[in-house]
């Protein structure tokens, strides 16, 4: 079975500072890994996915994600956190190889940038 | 280009009453799906299509039906309305399946059953 893992509910960073949210998962085989964002009563917005090839992933708005095989993590960052990046965040992955066919999200990160 | 739209924005039932959520996309998908979103547990598929006449059960399909008659609509119908099935419902649709492009997310129907 496929799982992914958000172990914080809340992250505060204040602005101009760097930002992480981070994501682990569990796949038996290749994972496609993709980051949503969620802002205040709307559906979630795609920023970012990992396929294949470069570990560093560059996405929507300035975020970037790091996809790290053996520690089995695929975390969120941006150099420069802005107030208009707070949000919810949802981690998702999908095992190519195994048979589950659809996306596992994550139960979120909410992201609170302080002026 | 309006790309998912879900109707309504805004649901209140009583116990038992039936009702069904509205999904429509535009941009030939093959691939939608029906989420709740519930807080702390992330969003969970309740169905799902991979193309018009096909559907199938997803992780939490208990209480809903949904039928795919055309490429466009996907309507998610409650059956009897239960306190269980307050949540924000979203719709979701991509061009495959099994393909690594993202969903497309409407903005969902906020539902609460009295």
């Known amino acids: 079975a496929q799982s992914v893992a958000q172990p914080e509910d809340q992250v505060n960073v204040a602005e101009g500072n760097p930002l992480t949210v981070k994501c682990t998962y569990s796949v038996s085989g290749n994972p496609y890994l993709f980051w949503y964002v969620q802002y205040p009563n709307r559906g979630l917005q795609f920023l970012l996915k990992y396929i294949t090839g470069d570990n560093l992933v560059k996405g929507s708005y300035g975020f970037e994600a790091e996809f790290n095989k053996s520690q089995t993590s695929f975390h969120l960052k941006k150099p420069s956190a802005l107030v208009s990046d707070s949000a919810l965040y949802f981690c998702?992955?999908?095992?190519?190889?195994?048979?589950?066919?659809?996306?596992?999200f994550g139960s979120g990160t909410q992201l609170t940038v302080l002026p | 280009n309006a790309g998912v739209t879900q109707t309504p924005k805004f649901q209140v039932l009583k116990t038992g009453q039936s009702m069904t959520l509205q999904c429509a996309q535009d941009?030939?998908?093959?691939?939608m799906s029906w989420y709740r979103q519930d807080p702390g547990m992330g969003l969970r598929l309740i169905h799902y299509s991979v193309g018009a006449g096909i559907t199938d059960q997803g992780e939490v399909p208990n209480g809903y039906n949904v039928s795919r008659s055309t490429t466009e609509d996907f309507p998610l119908r409650l059956l009897s309305a239960a306190p269980s099935q307050t949540s924000v419902y979203f719709c979701a649709s991509s061009y495959r399946r099994d393909s690594n492009s993202p969903l497309h997310f409407g903005n969902g129907t906020r539902l609460t059953v009295t």
């Open positions: 998702a992955v999908r095992d190519i190889d195994g048979s589950a066919r659809q996306l596992t």
């Open positions: 941009m030939n998908h093959e691939y």
